[in-house]
Each structure stands twice: as structure tokens, then as C-alpha cells.
């Protein structure tokens, strides 16, 4: 049934789209504090080299440990004696007239003692205190200290190892958490069937009941019908009997379009007829049948059809689409309105637009997303002069869900319009 496999898929749909957020943020939060974790132990690391003037200083007891939050901590390398030897760096003290006062540049490769003035004096123009950057594919953090003579250290450290095993470890997370998501959306798509069993149940059970008392209701309706008739035999007619027959006639419409929708719920039921259509001369007669209707409410109904639009479809589903709009369109149009039907062939070969649209000047404030609901009516009290049960609008989705073709329904300066695209089947 098409109806429960849009369910099942939304049901998958959401789901993945869920799992996805969650893995996401998970993962972005784990991935940023891993970063911010990092880049703490550098500039903690810098600011022992800077605290000791420039130069490692070598482990004798144990260094206070840097700040460990629930969401950080910035230990990431083991405070061992080994980080004297193991730590990449160089450091130039500057006087107060930016004149080069010390430079130690024993400790790193990449720098030469004059290169690493002339990377100082770039951090200097930046007027950064503390940062990182990339040059030759390498990753550095820099620090900057003055002291009271205006003197300033500055102090870079070659974070490589560091942003290295970060990047190591994004890659494989993100890596790991897609895998993740996909093995989720399989194993749920595996057992949604049993999570929506309880609807499917439900829905079978719902149907059932609407065919069942459809088919029961018939019987009473029609002996009340003939017994209508017969009575306006004998005592002719009078607005009882004219009313009785009226509301039969409400009845019997209702129970066919019930059990219509019925059928329509399930495809193997609901065969579909294709052959090529010239749905310009069925929008045509159509609407001339609705001519007389609309113009008995002091409104009329103009069709701008172009000619030969012919689609690969089903005609009587198309002829009931038509009506069950142009029916719609006539109920509420305004008094002394218009109501217009506009048919073209599609920006697509062998797809055919249709608009239906009328005067409702009420119209602005409406919840359109609803209008296809079963049994919804604008007029929740369902007291409105206008007849209807609210399942007109929604056996035409199903019948345009069943021709493939898709709707959109809109207003625009007083008038109510619904556009269709209805494609070749």
C-alpha cells in the first residue's frame, strides 16, 4: 500500500536524519575539544619555555598540571623528562627598541637563527600574543611575553606531532561515525516494518470497518429512498419527502467516495487503465458540465485550454480529478465569482499543467497544508452552508498520487489556486 510505505519510508527518513544530527554534533564536539585540548598542552608548553627565558627547562620534580575540565584537558603530552629533549622549538628576546638581545635556535631544524629572527619579527607586526599557523607543511604555535623594561620573548614551538594525531584522529572518527550511521539506517530499515506493525494493524482494521459499514449502509438507504418515493406516490411530493431524498442522496455520495478511498489505499485493488488521452477535450466537456451548476450560484466558469494536450494516463481517474476541483472550486468560490481552469502542456514532453482556481477573499489566512487531509473542512464546526465531508481534496491527492503527478496549492490577490503537473504514466 502506498500509503504505509511513505510511512515506513518518512519512518527511515527521520530516523537517519536523527542519528546523522546526533553522530554529527558528537562527533564535532569530541573532534573541537581534542583540538582545544591540543592547542592548551602547546601554549602550556610555551609558557614554560618563556616563564624559563626562552629555553626548556629540564624536569626536577613535578610541574603543576595544566587546567583538566570535564570538556578539556590540557595534559596531552606526559610532563616526563624526555620533553627537554623531545620539544621542537626556538626562541628571540627583543629589547625594548626591538633590537635582538638572545636567540635559541639550538632546538629545531626547520629554522636557521636568522630565519627564526625574521619569523619573530613577523609575529611581532602581527600583534598576536599567542596563536598557531602553517608554513612548508608544518604547524607552529607561537607565544609572545614583554616584562616590564618593555623587553618581549618570543617563543615558537613546532606543534607538527600534535596537529598531526588531531587530524588523524578527525579523519578516522568521521570515517567511524559514517560507518555508523550507514549500519544504523540498514539494521532500522530492517526492523521498521515491525515498529510500524501496530499503525499497519490499526489501518487494515479502519479500512475494513469503512468498507464493512459502507456496504451495510447501503441496504437501509436505499429502503428509505424507495419508501421516500413511494410516499411521494401517494401524497405527492412535499419538502419532507424532497428532503429525505436529499440527505439519501448526500449519503449514497459520501458511502461511494468512502469506499473509493478505500480502494484507493490498496493498489492491487485499484487498477489502473492507461491509454492515451487527449485530456484537453475531457477538461473541455468538464467544465461545460459545471457551467450551468456555477452559473445556478450567480457565478460562472471560464476554461483557457490549449488544444491537443495529450498524456499517457488513465481517463476516468483524470475525468474524477477534475471534477472532484471544478466541484471544489464552485462550493467555495465567492459569490459572483469566477472560477478558472487553465490547461497546458508541460515544460516536460508528455506532461500535461492544469491550475484550478477561484475568487476567496477568505482565503488569506488559511492552513493550506491541511487541505488535503481526510475529512478536514476549514469550517471546523462542519455548521457551514456550503455541503461536503472534507474527503473531496483528499481522495484527489490520492488520485494525482496514483497518476504520478504533483500538486501545489497557493493564494494570491483573492484567489485560491491549485496547480498540478500530471505526467505520462
Known amino acids: 500500500m502506498d500509503l504505509i510505505k511513505r510511512l515506513r519510508h518518512r519512518f527511515i527518513f527521520l530516523a537517519a536524519v536523527s542519528i546523522f544530527i546526533i553522530v554529527s554534533v558528537a562527533l564535532l564536539s569530541i573532534n573541537w575539544m581534542s583540538a582545544r585540548s591540543m592547542q592548551e598542552s602547546c601554549l ?96 607552529y604555535g607561537f607565544l609572545v611575553r614583554s616584562d616590564a623594561r618593555q623587553e618581549k620573548l618570543v617563543v615558537v614551538v613546532d606543534a607538527s606531532r600534535e596537529f598531526m594525531a588531531v587530524r588523524s584522529f578527525m579523519n578516522f572518527s568521521f570515517r567511524f561515525g559514517l560507518v555508523c550511521i550507514v549500519l544504523f539506517i540498514i539494521i532500522f530499515a530492517s526492523l521498521s516494518n515491525r515498529a510500524i506493525q501496530p499503525f499497519i494493524h490499526n489501518f487494515e482494521n479502519q479500512k475494513r470497518f469503512i468498507t464493512n459499514a459502507s456496504h451495510e449502509l447501503k441496504t437501509p438507504i436505499a429502503i428509505i429512498s424507495v419508501n421516500a418515493e413511494a410516499l411521494e406516490m401517494v401524497n405527492g411530493e412535499n419538502e419532507w419527502t424532497q428532503g429525505i431524498l436529499k440527505q439519501v442522496h448526500r449519503l449514497s455520495n459520501l458511502i461511494n467516495h468512502l469506499i473509493l478511498l478505500s480502494k484507493m489505499g490498496e493498489g492491487s485493488q485499484f487498477q489502473m487503465q492507461k491509454a492515451l488521452v ?41 475525468l474524477e480529478l477534475l471534477n472532484i476541483f471544478l466541484d471544489n472550486a464552485v462550493k467555495y468560490c465567492d459569490e459572483g465569482g469566477t472560477i478558472r481552469l487553465i490547461l497546458r502542456k508541460g515544460k516536460k514532453d508528455g506532461t500535461a499543467a492544469l491550475a484550478i482556481s477561484n475568487d476567496y477573499a477568505a482565503g488569506e489566512h488559511e492552513d493550506y497544508t491541511r487541505f488535503f487531509e481526510r475529512f478536514y473542512r476549514s ?36 484567489r485560491i489556486i491549485f496547480s498540478m503537473v500530471i505526467p505520462s504514466l
Open 379 to 414: 469550517d471546523e464546526s462542519h455548521n457551514s452552508a456550503k455541503a461536503g465531508y472534507g474527503i473531496g481534496l483528499s481522495m484527489a491527492r490520492e488520485i494525482l498520487g496514483m497518476l504520478k503527478g504533483k500538486i501545489r496549492v497557493s493564494w494570491k490577490d483573492g
Open 44 to 139: 602550556k608548553t610555551m609558557s614554560r619555555i618563556a616563564d624559563n627565558g626562552g629555553v626548556m627547562p629540564m624536569r626536577e620534580g613535578h610541574y603543576p598540571t595544566g587546567t583538566t575540565t570535564w570538556f578539556i584537558d590540557s595534559d596531552w603530552n606526559d610532563d616526563t623528562r624526555e620533553a627537554y629533549y623531545s620539544t621542537r622549538y626556538f626562541s628571540v628576546t627583543f629589547s625594548s627598541r626591538n633590537k635582538v638581545m638572545a636567540i635559541h635556535a639550538d632546538q629545531i631544524a626547520a629554522y636557521t637563527e636568522s630565519e627564526a629572527v625574521s619569523e619573530a619579527i613577523r609575529i611581532l607586526a602581527s600583534r598576536q600574543e599567542a596563536g598557531f599557523y602553517e608554513k612548508n607543511g608544518a604547524d
Open 278 to 318: 487527449n485530456v484537453s477535450e475531457v477538461a473541455s466537456n468538464t467544465a461545460g458540465s459545471f457551467q450551468l451548476l456555477a452559473a445556478e450560484q450567480h457565478k460562472k466558469v471560464e476554461a483557457d485550454l490549449e488544444k491537443d494536450v495529450r498524456i499517457q494516463t488513465d481517463e476516468k481517474c483524470f
